[in-house]
């Protein structure tokens, strides 16, 4: 097999020539735009508002399907989710388990019964569902200040995973190495201009479009970035398939043939170590990043070693300590991996070096000695946990994070309260249904292949992603299709971010100013501050992620679970359960929100970190959020008085004889 | 199903059917989350959790291991069954109502 220069962090400017990369943001920009101008075009007259942030209940079959299914896959699912599927092996099929219910439990649990709540109030976001349906102004409130505060840093973390994403694509085009090096002179070395450069092109692409096109603009676009996802994949599992099977003995399957493969293989060990030359002179190339390092083994007959110099960040307090010239390292522990990766590497890999000095690290799970089958069996492996990746607490924890939490999703729920009927419904369910079917396990079967086809990106998993994208293509000589591949994370992270953003402005435009400071608010006036804001939000979570905070995946993660606590409970109490009452589903909100955040304050005393979660009896916060929360509306309801019989009527009987609407 | 359980209405109150359909709804798909834990999580748990691996004892079908086959991937397929059959043959259509003028919400 021939390989492109895979481990070259300019890989992706080499592939097929031209940039891929390059050309498919600015094509995808370009078709936003196109998407937006159009949606903007096309908005009917009538209530501006609900038009600018619902699309007035309008939403058909696939528009409703793929931007409900484009805005749950955030882009988690095309970096983390693949990092995580490479470094862990088969278990992250049973991490995902849920997703087997996720979309008939994401849409039909609350989705027919919320929408028709919705349009009996009149309501456009979530808070004002909440607010009219316990006729409680500060509910509503709270249910602002809840869904502002979460998505505010959720945002700022997005911003950031969209920006390191594009320049993890742009890295090495050349065309933007020249603008890094503008901005580097310009602004000093204060902030890393490439991340910079990124950050105001993906920030202010999805900011435009967002503020000019709104709701209708968020939806098209996710139409479009659903589309791409789903045929990445599409695209890639064949491919895999047969890049893996051509190593395969007669008769023995592509992904057969890679499991097996897999059950041999050990996690490698990662540490720092000291090379100096000891070839012949001439070839004197310094070690950079990416390059691999044979050592021929110290007996008569054993196997040489083989080492890959990985990114500092990687190991940094450790190499901080030694200084020069320790470098950061991985060592390949399976023999299989190590033909494969002298396979892939041809001459680059380097045997002009010897090995002066050498401190390693095994995984904390996994790595014992003669130890076979860690990667297609459970908890998986891991670096850092000895109960090993996924044990049975986090497997439960899991069922419930996705298809549980995933209903509590107030964006999602904006989505649910769009559609136009119920036949939109039923088909939406069913398409989103085989939508992500197409989609997960098939990432998972991808990732997998991707361990056996190329070793040693353990310490750079993160970009595993666009590094399959382009193995796969140029190794089928179709270098051009890598820009099509590379395009279905970042639509994932357009996709999810478009809808954060017209949540909080919706929030602030139409819960406070709205119905709080301005009932009176003229039609020009709203849409003009509706404009603003989200020009403001996204401005200001753009200027947030400048300096982002470090932790992005537990931002994400903090944020996703916090809402679902604060949110499921409460709303599922004020569609199904008429005795249900403000102070109820008041203390059910808070009860989830104090609950879930005192796990992860927990975590600070327990753990030394507030993204290391106490977990109490080894479930994740989500569970005890979302345990408390139910708990305490249940139980505060019961006693207190029950609700206003009007309120009861209004939105529990049948409309002719209701009085209130 | 009888009327909602709501201690200030009388038993025969004109409920929503829309309202009542989709609380039917909702307690089928909760049923269906317990019962796809119920299958995934032990099955898996018990086939792809060894204590120590013997890999004449593991096996595979299609080339993905049996335990995430026969946990998930199958389970997976029925899911999608039982969506069909739920979105097509069970799931009622229902009138959600007009749009309410923004006048009448209370406290706009």
């Known amino acids: ?661 | 199903m009888n009327a909602p359980d709501n201690n200030q209405e009388p038993a025969n109150a004109p409920w929503d059917p829309v309202f009542l359909e989709s609380r039917r709804e909702a307690l089928i798909i909760l049923l269906l989350w317990v019962a796809a834990l119920l299958w995934a999580v032990p099955y898996c748990y018990l086939n792809g959790f060894p204590e120590t691996f013997v890999a004449e004892e593991f096996s595979t079908v299609w080339g993905i291991p049996s335990w995430l086959f026969w946990g998930i991937a199958v389970p997976w397929l029925l899911a999608d069954v039982f969506t069909l059959w739920f979105c097509f043959f069970y799931m009622k259509d229902g009138d959600l109502g007009e749009e309410a003028p923004v006048e009448s919400q209370e406290g706009a």
């Open chain 1, 1 to 661: 097999m021939s390989l492109p220069p895979i481990f070259n962090s300019s890989f992706l400017a080499e592939a097929g020539g031209v940039s891929p990369a390059l050309f498919t943001f600015l094509g995808y920009t370009a078709a936003v735009f196109s998407l937006a101008v159009i949606a903007n075009y096309l908005r009917k007259d009538g209530n501006f508002l609900s038009e600018y942030f619902l699309g007035n209940r309008g939403l058909g079959v696939w528009a409703f399907a793929l931007t409900f299914a484009a805005t749950s896959a955030s882009g988690g699912s095309f970096t983390g989710f693949p990092s995580k599927i490479y470094s862990h092996g088969w278990i992250l099929g049973l991490w995902i388990g849920s997703y087997i219910i996720f979309p008939i439990c994401t849409m039909g649990f609350i989705g027919k019964r919320l929408n028709q709540v919705a349009r009996r109030s009149g309501a456009i976001t979530v808070p004002d569902v909440i607010r009219d349906r316990f006729r409680s102004a500060g509910f509503g409130l709270l249910a602002v200040a809840l869904i502002v505060f979460f998505m505010s840093f959720n945002l700022i973390a997005q911003f950031k995973a969209g920006s390191l994403m594009l320049k993890t694509l742009l890295s090495g085009v050349g065309v933007f190495e020249s603008g890094v090096t503008f901005l580097k002179d310009s602004i000093g070395g204060s902030v890393d201009p490439a991340y910079l450069l990124c950050l105001c092109g993906f920030g202010l692409a999805v900011i435009a479009y967002t503020t000019y096109g709104g709701f209708q603009a968020v939806v098209w676009t996710d139409v479009m970035q659903g589309v791409v996802m789903v045929f990445g994949v599409m695209i890639m599992l064949p491919l895999a398939l047969y890049l893996v099977g051509k190593g395969a003995p007669e008769g023995v399957g592509s992904l057969e043939y890679a499991t097996s493969r897999m059950v041999d293989m050990s996690p490698p060990r990662r540490g720092v170590a000291v090379f100096r030359p000891g070839g012949p002179e001439g070839n004197r190339a310094p070690l950079g990043e990416g390059s691999w390092i044979r050592i021929p083994g110290s007996d008569e007959g054993a196997e040489a070693r083989l080492f890959k110099v990985i990114p500092k960040l990687a190991l940094e307090e450790r190499l901080r300590k030694r200084g020069e010239p320790w470098v950061a390292v991985l060592e390949i522990t399976s023999p299989g991996d190590r033909s494969q990766v002298i396979e892939n590497q041809g001459d680059r890999a380097r045997s002009d070096f010897i090995l002066e000095d050498l401190e390693l690290q095994g995984y904390a799970y996994g790595a014992e000695d003669g130890r076979k089958g860690v990667y297609v069996t459970g908890p998986g492996p891991s670096p850092s946990s000895d109960a090993g990746f996924l044990p049975l607490s986090l497997v439960i924890s899991f069922f419930f994070m996705w298809a549980i939490s995933g209903s509590g999703q107030p964006a999602s729920m904006v989505r649910l309260m769009a559609f136009n009927n119920t036949v939109t419904l039923r088909r939406s369910i069913f398409t989103v249904a085989v939508y992500y079917s197409l989609i997960y396990f098939p990432l998972v079967i991808i990732f997998c292949c991707a361990r056996v086809l190329m070793p040693g990106m353990d310490a750079e998993s993160d970009r595993i992603m666009p590094a399959m994208a382009v193995f796969l293509t140029e190794n089928v000589g179709a270098g051009w299709l890598a820009g099509l591949l590379i395009a279905a994370p970042f639509a994932a992270v357009m996709s999810t971010v478009d809808s954060f953003l017209l949540m909080i402005s919706s929030g602030l435009v139409r819960d406070i100013y709205q119905r709080n400071i301005n009932p009176g608010a003229s039609e020009l006036r709203l849409k003009r501050l509706s404009y603003l804001f989200t020009l403001l939000v996204g401005g200001a979570a753009l200027l947030g992620a400048v300096n982002p905070p470090q932790f992005l995946q537990d931002i994400i993660v903090y944020t996703g679970s916090g809402l679902a606590a604060c949110f499921l409970a409460p709303v599922v109490y004020a569609i199904y359960w008429p005795r249900s009452n403000v102070e109820g589903c008041m203390a059910g909100m808070l009860g989830g929100f104090i609950s879930h955040l005192s796990m992860y304050v927990g975590g600070i005393f327990a753990n030394g970190s507030f993204f290391r979660p106490y977990r109490l009896m080894d479930f994740d916060p989500i569970i005890v959020g979302l345990l408390v929360s139910f708990l305490a509306g249940y139980l505060v309801t019961l006693r207190t008085p029950p609700p206003p019989e009007d309120l009861v009527r209004k939105y529990f009987y049948k409309p002719e004889i209701s009085t209130g609407a």
